[in-house]
């Protein structure tokens, strides 16, 4: 505890090590010592970044429904310490979150513990530590079970996976403003379905395919060979009639 107060203090931020320990005993003592509660964090997948990357280089043909990370922040504020965690910057012609200078600087959470905290482009040790949800480029589906409910409908997700244990969502860019609000207040609690105005699940049916039989290559080969063989008999029949 008291390297880290001087390793903060040695980087000239405004931390009062008396403050931290103070608040580390109070935390402490509630028995809130992980950095990770109540916390969330919202990233943009790979493919969104690449192509806002793409539209910020006035590409051409590039668009996306992803938002940048610009537009995030000013939806869904993040609230961590940048002085400790990185502060946003222009990166590869987009605004991303700079490197910490501190290692393990998310101890600092668990000291000066205060507040619940919105991560926009969580530092890479933190990913692990909170529930994440992510941003991706396409709206897509996945199945729900592999048996299906009869034989022409069966169970798929759309547009929202969240993980069995609550600790990591994806939903698509296609109206996220209302889906990552709806998932981060679903999230926060512990993905009770009595918080959330979006069901996921639907189901989808299909009919048997239906096949115009007279454009099949063996349909028409047996209507060739039945039309041979009438006309063969008719020329039979008048041959064998010219021999008498």
């Known amino acids: 505890m008291l390297q880290y107060c001087e390793a903060l203090a ?37 493919t969104c970044l690449s192509m806002l990357k793409l539209v910020a280089d006035n590409a051409s043909g590039a668009r996306t429904e992803c938002p940048t990370y610009e537009e995030l922040l000013v939806l869904f504020p993040d609230n961590s310490e940048k002085n400790i965690s990185g502060d946003f910057i222009i990166k590869d012609g987009i605004v991303q979150r700079g490197h910490t200078k501190f290692i393990n600087h998310f101890k600092y959470y668990e000291f000066a513990r205060t507040k619940e905290i919105t991560w926009i482009d969580p530092p890479g040790d933190i990913l692990e530590k909170i529930p994440l949800i992510t941003i991706t480029s396409h709206n897509f589906t996945y199945p729900i ?9 069966f169970e798929v997700g759309a547009s929202r996976y969240i993980s069995p ?5 994806i939903i698509t860019a296609n109206n996220f403003i209302f889906l990552l609000g709806d998932t981060i207040r679903l999230m926060k609690n512990d993905c009770n379905r009595l918080f959330t105005y979006f069901d996921e699940i639907k189901i989808q049916r299909w009919e048997a395919t239906k096949h115009d039989i007279t454009t ?5 080969l047996d209507q060739f060979i039945k039309k041979a063989k009438i006309e063969c008999s008719v020329l039979c029949f008048n041959y064998s009639n010219n021999l008498k």
């Not at 079970?145 to 409908?153: A, E, G, K, Y």
């Not at 244990?165 to 969502?169: R, V």
Request: some cysteine; aromatic content about 8%.
């Open 10 to 46: 040695s980087s000239k931020t405004a931390v009062s090590c008396s403050f931290i320990i103070l608040v580390s005993f109070i935390i402490t003592s509630q028995g809130l010592t992980t950095p990770a509660f109540g916390d969330i964090g919202i990233r943009l997948s790979d």
């Open 145 to 153: 079970r592999v048996d299906s409910i009869n034989s022409t409908s």
């Open 165 to 169: 244990n609550c600790d990591e969502a």
């Open 216 to 220: 099949s290559y063996k349909y028409q």
